[in-house]
């Protein structure tokens, strides 16, 4: 038997429509372009999750044309991003100074540009929306609507999960969002998770239908974050000491991501064995975000105040080449985060051979694998981080790829581990949950019209 009845029957046109995968999809990205560099504001791993998950549609037939708000003037309305991926920009607000806690007023505006454009095509144009985080669900929402078609979602991080684990002095998310992510639930045809505890939130914390709920794990760019070359070569490049005890704080600096918790850690490591002062380089690499906009140079103060201000090295964002050679030169990455989706650093730098220690929290389970590909902790006690840290530098001499190092022996394992998280098998599955969504809403709209 065929999926679509017996072997002697011909599968009608409108059949085979129904199994159809889409030609082009609508993306919506309001508050971050996908061309903006990760690390810097708003841009993180939903910027880099968007741009290869674009690209790699692309590569299978599915154009994809990604809206996103103007944030500096002059931009030309598109920008070919790749072959069959294009960027929109949308003018909504002022180009420069709004927060993203201001953007759900100019969502009107940002809706009205997105009309615009599509009102330039023909019919039919577009055959699915996918929206990314609750402000693009909002306009998706309104889209799917208008031109007749499904909507996917992806909420990145949600509300309710945020509140319940806020770290100190971070701003609770507010009540707006919270409903705004409700209706975008209930409007969805699908919504993508990154892990099954993802899917498990969605269900728990806003009631989301489990059949509605598809768990895609996001992929890693393979052919960017590799072993390369080793470690040595990687500090060479970054002018980092070859045989020191490294561990690397990547990512926006702000509460949520906790990168105080790394520099609390290591003060209490200095201060257990202050002999490891000579050897020890802590790389912060990223730029304030979020709440951390408010006090820029805090993290810069507290290490000064902890007496670590000689061992921490603090480097502006980098592009996605260089960020891969940090990956590479550290001898374990540090995640504390209070929250993560997916936390799709951690698997970047196992892919490149560098062991993660993280937070239990969100997707980090399913990025590490626990004491095989990196250490993962409960809590946020800087003294738990510190102790690891210490098996580490137990470990290390003369350098981090010392056969028997805690460094080489897991960074082999995290490389293999990160094999299986390919960007192709996360379009393939995301391409298979748009055609159940697009047969689906075919399916409905003709029970409907019957």
């Known amino acids: 038997m065929s999926q679509y009845g017996s072997r002697r029957r011909t599968p009608t046109a409108s059949r085979l429509r129904l199994h159809r995968k889409p030609r082009r999809i609508a993306m919506l990205s309001v508050h971050t372009s996908p061309l903006h560099q990760p690390g810097t504001g708003d841009a993180g791993g939903m910027n880099v999750y968007i741009v290869e998950l674009a690209k790699r549609l692309a590569d299978v037939n599915i154009e994809v044309e990604i809206f996103t708000r103007a944030s500096t003037g002059g931009l030309p309305p598109t920008v070919a991003l790749a072959p069959g991926v294009l960027v929109r920009h949308v003018d909504a607000g002022p180009y420069e100074g709004l927060a993203k806690e201001e ?3 100019q969502l009107c505006a940002f809706t009205h540009g997105v009309m615009q454009a599509w009102a330039g095509n023909r019919p039919g144009h577009y055959d699915l929306v996918h929206s990314h985080y609750w402000l693009s669900g909002h306009v998706g929402w309104l889209a799917a609507e208008r031109w007749g078609v499904p909507l996917v979602h992806a909420m990145h991080t949600m509300a309710k999960v945020k509140n319940a684990a806020l770290a100190e002095g971070d701003r609770p998310e507010p009540a707006a969002r919270v409903i705004g992510e409700t209706q975008i639930v209930r409007a969805a045809d699908r919504l993508i998770a990154n892990t099954a505890e993802e899917s498990a939130e969605l269900v728990h914390h806003y009631e989301a239908d489990p059949a509605k709920v598809a768990v895609v794990h996001p992929g890693v760019n393979l052919d960017r974050f590799r072993v390369a070359d080793g470690r040595a070569a990687a500090r060479a490049r970054l002018g980092l000491p070859r045989d020191a005890l490294i561990p690397l704080f990547a990512g926006r600096i702000q509460p949520l991501k906790a990168p105080d918790v790394l520099l609390r850690a290591v003060a209490v490591l200095l201060e257990r064995r202050p002999e490891l ?29 902890l007496g670590i201000a000689d061992v921490v090295r603090f480097r502006p964002p980098v592009g996605q080449d260089r960020l891969a050679d940090w990956f590479r030169a550290a001898s374990v990455l540090v995640m504390p985060s209070y929250s993560e989706s997916f936390g799709l650093v951690a698997i970047e730098a196992q892919a490149a051979g560098t062991p993660v220690l993280a937070a239990r ?29 210490g098996r580490f530098a137990d470990s290390h001499r003369p350098g981090p790829d010392a056969p028997g190092s805690l460094t080489a022996i897991m960074g082999e394992r995290a490389a293999r581990h990160a094999e299986s998280f390919g960007w192709g098998s996360a379009a393939a599955a995301t391409a298979e949950v748009y055609t159940a969504a697009m047969q689906e809403h075919r399916r409905r709209v003709r029970s409907h019209h019957g």
Not at 280 to 288: A, D, E, F, I, S
Not at 361 to 389: K, N
Request: aromatic fraction near 4%.
């Open 277 to 305: 002062r000579s050897r020890l380089v802590v790389p912060v690499v990223g730029g304030p975000s979020g709440s951390g906009l408010a006090k820029p140079e805090g993290l810069q103060k507290l290490a000064a105040r």
């Open 103 to 105: 953007l759900p007023a």
């Open 361 to 389: 929290v969100g997707g980090l389970p399913v990025a590490v694998r626990d004491g095989e590909t990196g250490f993962l902790v409960e809590g946020h006690d800087p003294g738990d981080y510190a102790a690891v840290l």
